[in-house]
């Protein structure tokens, strides 16, 4: 029996519903792929994507994070991960200050509090895990560290998930994503100019005060559009993250209940589970660069002037990387190759640490509440969204 045709569509429905089956093939018979229609390439072995990662100089962000955006040719908005060095560089070590170690461990006692306080809320025979729990909660630190007033915190993880929806087989953003983009966008500039009349102790009120190098060694401050974005970027990265592993940890451990087991005997796994999950079944599937330049890769060559999608979630399965690749294992030797699920080079996730820590602090509670469970996978929905997968809805009974 032939094979179908190697296609890969990022808006497919059978893509949204199981990407890992396109990732498998795509490594197998087109690591650089290429789709003649939409004149994009692909990126699926774990040499390719962590070398492109790294090689900002021929692979450039500032077309823009998505393939409609690159493709439309318009200047995208200023935000970080729009930007190529210089002007990266002086952007993220001011940024950077947000998320010194010290600054992420100020954060636990709150993460505790909001675990804790969501889980005390929840019927054990009636529990979704994403609306629920890992929905509410990461919003609501990362939302808290910015500025945003407690009444706007969960309208913002609704602005988020409209914002990056997808419809299946549209590579433009919907008219309801784009109006919560703006709406999104209002607020956050709405907000910067009131921390300008009334700074507070957060990071808006940081970032106004701030003062950034220009690529000549002058200095100047940020303008409120560039404050916004910043701002509402981080509000989608800091909760997105999360509340996606979160919901896709509970169906894998479901499916893996030895390596439940395994946390529930040894809570000192707990870190390298949260690794495990990033690389098995990260939140972000893929990030698209823009090619400079003819660039020779370890599996082939990439042309100028194209989209690229570089696919970390693809390559954290490559087996040429990793022993057992398709296998979810907590105990895995991690030193083989570069987990790329909270990215690689200079524009891996700013938040990362405060992202793991959230993650642990929440399946040490999860671990206490819910020891035995089960997933209703009938009630399980997964998300349609721009290069992040995982799910909206994971029904779970709690088992005594």
């Not at 505790?112 to 629920?132: A, G, M």
């Not at 560290?145 to 969960?154: C, D, L, T, W, Y």
């Not at 891996?348 to 209703?376: K, N, Q, T, W």
Request: proline fraction near 6%; include cysteine; aromatic fraction near 8%.
């Amino acid at each position: 029996m032939t094979k179908p045709k190697l296609v890969f569509s990022p808006v497919a429905e059978d893509y949204f519903e199981n990407p890992y089956e396109i990732y498998r093939r795509m490594r197998d018979e087109a690591p650089i792929y290429y789709d003649e229609e939409l004149d994009f390439y692909a990126l699926t072995r774990h040499a390719d994507v962590a070398a492109a990662f790294k090689d900002h100089d021929s692979f450039s962000s500032a077309r823009g994070c998505h393939l409609a955006q690159i493709r439309s040719g318009e200047e995208p908005q200023k935000m970080i991960i729009f930007m190529d060095p210089p002007d990266h560089r002086h952007m993220r070590s001011l940024l950077n200050k947000a998320f010194t170690p010290r600054a992420v461990q100020s954060q636990r006692e709150t993460v505790i509090h909001l675990v804790e306080h969501y889980l005390s809320r929840v019927d054990p025979d009636n529990f979704d895990v994403v609306q629920d729990f890992s929905g509410p909660f990461p919003v609501e630190v990362i939302t808290r560290m910015a500025g945003v007033p407690e009444e706007f915190r969960q309208q913002v993880r609704h602005w988020i998930d409209k914002g990056l929806e997808c419809k299946p087989g549209l590579n433009e953003l919907s008219d309801q994503a784009m109006e919560a983009n703006v709406e999104s966008g209002v607020y956050y500039y709405g907000l910067v100019q009131e921390r300008r009349k009334n700074p507070q102790d957060d990071m808006i009120s940081r970032l106004i005060a701030a003062e950034i190098s220009g690529p000549d060694g002058s200095t100047r401050m940020l303008d409120d559009i560039e404050i916004t974005g910043f701002t509402a970027l981080l509000g989608g990265a800091g909760a997105e993250t999360v509340t996606k592993l979160l919901g896709s940890a509970m169906v894998v451990f479901a499916e893996h209940p030895e390596q439940w087991q395994m946390l529930l005997d040894d809570r000192s796994l707990i870190p390298a589970a949260v690794e495990e999950l990033l690389r098995y079944v990260g939140p972000v599937q893929y990030n698209v660069r823009f090619s400079i330049k003819d660039v020779e890769l370890p599996n082939g060559t990439v042309p100028a002037g194209k989209p690229v999608f570089l696919m970390g979630a693809a390559a954290n399965r490559d087996p040429r990387a990793f022993d057992d690749a398709e296998t979810f294992d907590i105990t895995r030797d991690r030193s083989q190759a570069q987990n790329l699920g909270l990215g690689y080079g200079i524009h891996s996730c700013l938040g990362a640490a405060l992202a793991r820590m959230e993650c642990a602090i929440a399946l040490d509670h999860l671990l206490d509440f819910m020891p035995r469970y089960e997933v209703d996978v009938d009630g399980l929905q997964r998300t349609n969204m721009q290069n992040v997968a995982g799910y909206h809805h994971v029904p779970v009974k709690v088992l005594t």
